[in-house]
Structures are given as C-alpha cells and as structure tokens.
C-alpha cells in the first residue's frame, strides 16, 4: 500500500488514511484535550505524511509509528506556540453532573487537570524513551497492549513486559517497592 501510495496512488493514501487515522487522532485528543485542535493537527499529520511519504524508510516498525512520530512532533511545535499565548485553557462545556458550576470553578478544574498532567509529565521523565513512550500509548491514549504492540512496530509480549518494568520502575522511584 505504501509503495503505491508513493507512486502517486490515491486510493492507496486514502486507505492508510482510513486505517490509522483513529489511532492519530486519539493521540492527540488525549495529549491536546481539545477535539477541535485534535482535528487540526491529525489532518496536519496526514499532509505531512503525504508530502514526505518518498522519505518513509521501513526499519522494522508499523506505518502507524511513523504516523505517530509525526503526530508527537506537531503536538509539541504547538505546544511551544500555545506557550506564548496569554490563554487560560477553560473548559469547552459544562460538566453534565454539576449544571450550576460556574465558569470560574470550571475554569480551576481545568488548572488543577494541568497541573496533574505536568506532574505526571515530570514523574515520567525517570523513565527511558521507550518506557515513556509504551505508557503515554497505553495509560494517556488508551490504546490496548495490541495497538500499542502495532504503533511501537514491538510484540504484544514485549508491550506487556515494557509496561510492567515502567510501572516497577515508576512506582520504585516513588519509594513504594523496595529495590
């Protein structure tokens, strides 16, 4: 599929496009918490996939990681421009379960959500890149150990023992087990 999509085929990039564009786009709904912004940079994934695809090199790993690495560098170049904003990320709705929250307390919510998310982010920083990266697939995007097995171009078997090592090495550097 790839090769005819390189030849120009479009109906070959129009079935990568089908078959991986859920797994791009959760990626960045996870990471960006915005549907909208999400939308925006998977078809910004997929133009820039199109027009570098000659540049795609099979090197033992799935389409989708390549899919995905273009997908991490888009997510943090906007994160980078977002920083620069004089924004305060508030929440889109209302939450269903507290109709008469008012927008400042929503607004806190939100805060408190970035706060934990940066936590998280630093706590994650003890990890190794694929440590890192195997747990944002499977804990932060919700992707089974088989979807992540797919993205990472690794068995099902290696997901699984690199997810258990992270989670040993996480909860070890937070005291809770002993060396």
């Given at each position: 599929m790839i090769t005819r999509a390189r030849t120009g085929d479009r109906e070959a990039f129009a079935l990568l496009y089908r078959e991986h564009h859920r797994v791009v786009h959760r990626y960045l709904a996870v990471r960006t918490r915005d549907r909208h912004l999400a939308d925006?940079?998977?078809?910004?994934?997929?133009?820039?996939?199109?027009?570098?695809?000659?540049?795609?090199?099979?090197?033992?790993?799935?389409?989708?990681?390549?899919?995905?690495?273009i997908a991490r560098n888009l997510y943090l170049d906007e994160m980078g421009r977002s920083r620069s904003r004089l924004e305060t990320p508030v929440a889109e709705f209302r939450d269903a379960e507290q109709p008469h929250c008012s927008t400042e307390l929503l607004a806190l919510r939100e805060l408190?959500?970035?706060?934990?998310?940066?936590?998280?982010?630093?706590?994650?920083?003890?990890?190794?890149?694929?440590?890192?990266?195997?747990?944002e697939l499977r804990f932060f995007d919700g992707l089974s150990a088989e979807e992540t097995a797919h993205a990472m171009g690794?068995?099902?078997?290696?997901?699984?023992?690199?997810?258990?090592?992270?989670?040993?090495?996480?909860?070890?550097?937070?005291?809770a087990v002993p060396v």
């Open positions: 925006d940079l998977a078809q910004d994934v997929f133009v820039r996939a199109l027009r570098g695809i000659d540049g795609f090199a099979w090197q033992g790993k799935e389409f989708s990681a390549w899919l995905l690495t408190e959500a970035v706060e934990n998310r940066e936590t998280v982010q630093d706590v994650l920083r003890v990890l190794n890149p694929p440590e890192r990266h195997c747990l690794r068995s099902v078997g290696a997901v699984r023992a690199l997810t258990h090592r992270a989670v040993r090495r996480l909860r070890w550097s937070a005291g």
